[in-house]
């Protein structure tokens, strides 16, 4: 059962080290505002990826396949997590 899930254990290992760094970053610096609904909006998006990288690792079998879907889904969380800061597009999700 361990071997099937390690690489869940490593994406939920590496979501909270990700979250973590804006948290010691909110302890030495202003510039760094977080609220409690930023880390759990932030924390919903990344394990959102996260479970669908391990659904593509597991699905796909030709590597070329899995590394076009990989990227694709980077680049939609680049872009979701783009304008949840800055609402490059202009929707009400930026809070604006």
Do not use: H
């Not at 899930?5 to 979501?15: A, E, S």
């Not at 760094?32 to 699905?59: A, C, H, K, Q, Y």
């Amino acid at each position: 059962m361990l071997t099937n899930c390690r690489r869940i254990y490593i994406i939920l290992g590496v979501i909270s080290v990700v979250l973590i760094i804006p948290f010691i970053a909110m302890q030495f610096s202003t510039e760094v505002n977080w609220s409690p609904f930023d880390f759990i909006v932030m924390g919903g998006l990344l394990l959102t990826v996260g479970l669908f990288f391990e659904l593509i690792m597991r699905t796909f079998r030709k590597p070329s396949v899995k590394i076009v879907l990989i990227v694709i889904l980077f680049l939609l969380f680049l872009l979701t997590w783009a304008e949840l800061a800055v609402g490059i597009f202009g929707t009400p999700l930026a809070g604006s």
